[in-house]
């Protein structure tokens, strides 16, 4: 587990070795009360925002209830200035130079607010073999509430990203059987407000549901490294929004808009 005072050599070391670090601190208590006013705003200002239909919302299930529950605005900065400060802040931006070695380009960034009772995410790793995918790619989590066993928080396993892909690469998101990993290595990203965890895309990870009475609302930002394809945030959301309608028309619902 690494702090804020940490040597840039010895954390990007550590990123190396296991594939993931975590940086203590990084933002302000001030940065994560207005954060957090902000995703409260989102829910009650933006509601209209909240459709089945909206390719910007995703959907969980809550494994007490079975309901489809709101989830994620997938993205984010651009309905919420705090988040967009935060994905550019200069704190944030200074540690991925130090683990990148030159300048890290936003590619993602989505706001999961995960309430009580819905599910995790099953083991996977990020990277996807669609054509320019960075390989470069990791991914920043800023919580917002504390993050723990019982809310669900991000497990992941050290050590695997040195061998790169582990599904067919075939352009498809596919889950990693349990097996793939020992889960004896597996790592709980145990954090706080103002703390941020940093993973990269041939990480494998997964989270647990959300089985307490609290929320456990995580930024997820992405980057690649500037020479890994420069800014690729507006080509990225074209194409992943293109794939989405095309998954939504296969079930039958070609309805679908981004608002």
């Not at 959907?59 to 605005?73: D, K």
């Not at 070695?101 to 989505?110: C, S, V």
Request: glycine share 8%; charged share 25%; net charge negative.
């Amino acid at each position: 587990m690494n702090a804020t005072a940490e040597p840039p050599a010895a954390r990007r070391a550590d990123y190396a070795r296991d594939g993931f670090v975590i940086v203590r601190g990084l933002y302000d208590p001030a940065d994560m009360r207005a954060a957090s006013a902000e995703a409260d705003g989102l829910l009650t200002d933006r509601a209209h925002l909240k459709s089945v239909r909206n390719i910007r919302c995703r959907w969980q299930n809550n494994v007490f209830t079975g309901e489809c529950t709101f989830e994620t605005f997938d993205p984010v900065i651009d309905i919420g200035p705090v988040c967009d400060r935060l994905a550019h802040d200069t704190r944030l931006l200074s540690v991925l130079h130090d683990l990148y070695g030159e300048p890290a380009r936003l590619f993602k960034d989505k706001l999961i607010y995960k309430p009580p009772g819905v599910k995790g995410y099953g083991l996977h790793q990020d990277w996807i073999a669609w054509d320019g995918f960075p390989r470069s790619f990791l991914t920043v989590l800023v919580p917002f509430d504390a993050a723990d066993r019982d809310n669900g928080c991000t497990v992941v396993y050290p050590g695997y990203h040195h061998d790169g892909p582990l599904t067919a690469q075939d352009g498809k998101y596919h889950e990693l059987p349990a097996e793939t990993v020992d889960e004896a290595r597996a790592v709980h990203l145990l954090l706080e407000p103002g703390d941020v965890a940093i993973f990269g895309g041939f990480t494998p990870h997964r989270s647990d549901p959300n089985v307490s009475a609290r929320w456990r609302r995580q930024l997820y930002l992405s980057y690649n490294a500037d020479s890994d394809g420069g800014d690729q945030r507006a080509k990225h959301y074209r194409e992943f929004h293109a794939w989405l309608r095309t998954k939504y028309a296969e079930h039958g619902k070609t309805d679908t808009y981004f608002e």
